[in-house]
């Protein structure tokens, strides 16, 4: 910990693209051309050995900022150091230290057994063969790979497919590792795997790991700290706890005996909102200076069987933030550094 | 520039992965093995009908001609090296040079020996020596050793050469997107692959040679087999720089269209 593996400063990234009011032939042949910003001026740094989520809604930045980082994409405006090296420009020697998961495209050949991918990139990486035998023996035990080695990469499931995405791209030991929706698609069981994976191979190398992700459950497996993207800027930089302070509800279940019309316990607080209801229960989202007071009335009201009090998941936050922005964060703490 | 040891060891690790592709696929490995004899066959047929009307044109003879069916074929040789070109336009626009860039190899060489097909190649140089030594041995061709040495040397100059100049057009959808309408434009010169240059007067025979170097791998390998060397110096030297020019411009469009690439998809 303490140095810096990843130094983005005013990073920009524009498209090319047919504008929308240039419909039909016409348009199609003659039409404007618009710019379209991906990424708009985003500056931030990441530290060795941290795990960083790259949070945002589709279309928000996410991707192109991962393909900015690894060399993939040219920014348009802007700087990037990783590992002390401009991505793009020293391209031969920087992909030596890093390794790449896009989850919908895979790094493994189609036709033949998953293991002539990983001898291909043992040649490329010029992984020395003890070192090979070694890494790909302990990662095929962590992430139980031994029976798919020999088959065809197209016969694999898509969970099995993934874990061997992730034996590709570690053998030659990066130490950054930029993972572009890993879990996209699998099963609870295949994501706790992966995650656990992750979390191994971070531990024991102080490998670097940049994430981008819809799953929250991925982001709070893994990571300290995110970074939100909206519209292709940078919105918030910041700690996931001081992500969820934010918020500054907490998340009542109450059960009672009775049916009841909920409607009644939610007039006694225009603060309280009542998110869910069931035959002999509701969901609160209660501020959190209130939780007695609101505790205090719902059991003299009700006749309350169980009450649960809890912090609101991420993915309840950040469902909330993309629905409605980010406006109440304060300037520096969007923005905060590192 | 990349390591010669790292590129050695890249393209035995390709040749063993097309090898154990092609196993997987062993079906349609024969049908290519029949369509590829039945290619020479008709060549052959053809020419022997058309020389049976015609006599010799121009000093070309029928000997001659399956001499060029046998370049033709050796050549795909060379071809068969760096394949997949064509299909590079498509795999521009869907972002699939992603899992090349962040590697530590050459993107284009990688892109093309991921589709080498290694039983291909030796079966085209399996046909091509079968119909090389049919010209020599049993339709009399007149052949000395030196010839076919520089006739072989002309023939890879010209046809990396052409493997160059489709890989430029094929480039240029880093800014055009799709390409085969241009593609298959260009691709309409290759009919001009089954005559020999000879047949046509100097200004088509100029633009057959140095622009779309059919003639250059096609007609005068058989000419320099055929002994007439004094032409060999200077089609060796034209070779050589049209296949440097060739290659500077891939160079530089891949340098340049690197910038423009969008990687969609993903």
Redesign the interface.
Request: no cysteine.
């Given at each position: 910990m303490g140095t810096r593996a990843v130094e983005v400063s005013a990073l920009s990234k524009y498209y090319k693209a047919a504008a929308p009011d240039s419909p039909g032939l016409w348009g199609a042949l003659f039409g404007r051309r618009q710019t379209v910003c991906a990424v708009d001026d985003i500056s931030f740094a990441i530290e060795t050995g941290e795990i960083v989520g790259l949070l945002g809604s589709n279309g928000a930045g996410k991707t192109t900022a991962i393909k900015c980082l690894t060399g993939i994409l040219v920014p348009t405006h802007g700087k990037v150091r990783v590992l002390g090296f401009d991505p793009y420009r020293d391209r031969y020697r920087y992909s030596y230290n890093i390794g790449l998961i896009l989850g919908q495209k895979s790094q493994l050949l189609w036709d033949v057994p998953v293991i002539e991918s990983y001898k291909l990139y043992r040649d490329v990486y010029e992984v020395a063969d003890s070192d090979f035998r070694r890494r790909l023996g302990e990662y095929s035990d962590m992430l139980d790979l031994h029976t798919v080695l020999k088959t065809p990469v197209r016969k694999l499931s898509l969970g099995q497919r993934m874990r061997a995405e992730f034996v590709a791209a570690l053998l030659h030991n990066p130490k950054v590792i930029f993972l572009d929706e890993p879990t996209l698609g699998l099963d609870v069981v295949a994501k706790d795997r992966i995650r656990q994976f992750l979390l191994e191979v971070n531990r024991a190398f102080g490998t670097t790991v940049i994430l981008t992700t819809h799953d929250m459950r991925d982001v709070e497996s893994l990571c300290r700290r995110v970074l939100l993207l909206e519209a292709g800027k940078l919105v918030y930089n910041g700690a996931i706890s001081t992500l969820k302070d934010l918020e500054n509800v907490r998340v009542m279940q109450v059960s009672y005996s009775a049916i009841v019309d909920h409607r009644r316990f939610e007039e006694l607080s225009l603060t309280w909102h009542v998110s869910s209801t069931y035959e002999r229960g509701m969901c609160l989202h209660v501020p959190q200076g209130e939780i007695v007071q609101c505790l205090q009335r719902a059991m003299a009201a009700l006749d309350i069987t169980d009450v649960t009090v809890e912090a609101p998941s991420l993915e309840q936050i950040m469902r909330k933030i993309l629905e409605r922005g980010l406006g109440n964060v304060p300037h520096n703490q969007a923005h905060s550094p590192v | 520039m990349?390591p010669i040891t790292?590129l050695t060891?890249?393209f035995r690790?390709?040749i063993?992965?097309s090898l154990?592709?092609e196993s997987?696929?062993r079906a349609d490995f024969l049908t290519s093995v029949i369509q590829l004899v039945l290619n020479s066959v008709l060549v052959i047929v053809f020419w022997d009908a058309i020389f049976r009307i015609t006599g010799p044109v121009n000093g070309w003879t029928f000997a001659d001609s399956v001499m060029m069916a046998g370049v033709g074929e050796l050549s795909w040789v060379v071809a068969m090296l760096f394949p997949g070109m064509d299909v590079l336009p498509d795999r521009i626009i869907k972002?699939?040079?992603?899992?090349y860039?962040?590697?530590?190899?050459p993107v284009l060489l990688?892109f093309a020996w991921?589709r080498l097909s290694i039983p291909r190649v030796f079966h085209s140089l399996v046909a091509g020596l079968c119909v090389l030594g049919l010209a020599v041995f049993q339709f009399d061709f007149q052949a000395t050793g030196m010839g076919i040495a520089l006739g072989l040397v002309l023939m890879t100059l010209g046809r990396v050469s052409l493997v160059l100049l489709n890989t430029s057009v094929s480039l240029v959808g880093f800014w055009a997107g799709k390409m085969q309408t241009v593609q298959s434009v260009l691709g309409e010169f290759s009919r001009f692959a089954r005559y020999p240059v000879v047949f046509f007067g100097s200004p088509m025979r100029l633009l057959l040679t140095w622009v779309w170097p059919y003639g250059l791998y096609l007609t005068y390998p058989v000419l320099l087999a055929r002994g007439e060397l004094e032409l060999s110096r200077n089609l060796l030297t034209g070779a050589g720089l049209l296949l440097a020019g060739w290659w500077l411009v891939v160079l530089l469009l891949f340098r340049a269209g690197?910038?423009r690439?969008?990687?969609f998809?993903?």
């Open positions: - | 990349y790292k060891a890249l690790r390709y063993i992965i154990r592709a997987e696929f972002g699939d040079f992603d899992r860039l962040t590697k530590p190899a990688s991921e690197l910038r690439y969008e990687s998809e993903g």
